[in-house]
């Protein structure tokens, strides 16, 4: 099972995930994202456009490598593996 975390600021909007350890079946980073979004529907229309390619201001990352598909989510997720998820910021 791989491990999801995310930064706090996405818990004020999927409050389900807050104070959990996140474990889902390994595979392909659109795979965890629909595992997330199982159990916080929404999760994935939040950070997903409508192409499903991940929004601009959404990075993630799969242990220590920054996603390089952000199209198909093709990456692959170890069975071990973290998967990071955090909003950029950006502002004046």
């Known amino acids: 099972m ?3 975390k995310m930064t706090s600021h996405l818990y004020r909007f999927f409050p389900l995930l807050e104070n959990r350890e996140i474990r889902v079946a390994a595979g392909s ?3 965890v994202l629909r595992a ?3 159990l916080a529907p929404g999760f994935s229309d939040y950070v997903l456009d409508e192409r499903g390619a991940l929004r601009r201001h959404v990075y993630l990352s799969v242990n220590d490598t920054i996603l390089v598909d952000r199209k198909t989510l093709t990456d692959r997720v170890p069975e071990d593996g973290t998967v990071y998820i955090f909003q950029a910021l950006s502002g004046g």
């Open 36 to 38: 997330v979004d199982q």
């Open 29 to 31: 980073v659109a795979d």
């Open 2 to 4: 791989a491990t999801v």
